[in-house]
């Protein structure tokens, strides 16, 4: 079952826009007028949601820029390196080889991909608008 990240409210912008204990001379015009009100409401969510959108996306292309800038720095040495090597003036004896140091990766790998904290902003919201899980644990004395 497909999970909603991001929900524009109010869903139904016609239901319930009448209220039953007010007498209204022409309830076609009230009828319109919240649904009128309800949609300027749907505009406001949608104009957050895409604040929020452009903002996910705003951190996601910096990060892929800091990415790039890394990796450019890092291909800009290695090319630095390899026009310095010549096989055919330098000949590498086995002694040399041993002396070297061996090569060691230093990448960093993600740790705690999913948690609290990397949660995007419209799932947080969903998170804290649910209803708190039941307290199953009062229910283990009877196992």
């Known amino acids: ?16 826009t009448l ?3 007010l ?8 009828v319109t007028n919240g649904t009128l009100a309800n949609i300027i409401r749907q505009l406001s969510s949608l104009s957050h949601h895409a604040e929020d959108m452009f903002g996910e996306l705003y951190k996601e292309t910096e990060a892929l820029y800091i990415r790039s800038s ?7 040495r290695l090319a630095v390196k390899v026009t310095q090597l010549d096989s055919t003036v330098e000949e590498v004896s086995l002694q040399d ?4 140091k061996a090569f060691k990766s230093n ?13 995007p902003t419209a ?3 969903t998170y804290h608008h649910c209803d708190k899980p039941p307290p199953l644990d009062k229910l283990n004395v009877y196992r």
Not at 23 to 30: K, V
């Open 1 to 16: 079952m497909p999970l909603p990240k991001r929900v524009i409210s109010p869903v139904y912008v016609s239901r319930d």
């Open 19 to 21: 209220p039953e204990h």
């Open 23 to 30: 007498q209204l001379p022409n309830d076609l015009e009230g």
């Open 70 to 76: 890394s990796l450019q720095a890092r291909i800009d």
């Open 97 to 100: 080889i041993h002396l070297r």
């Open 107 to 119: 990448v960093v790998f993600d740790q705690q991909v999913v948690s609290k904290l990397t949660i």
């Open 123 to 125: 799932m947080a919201d």
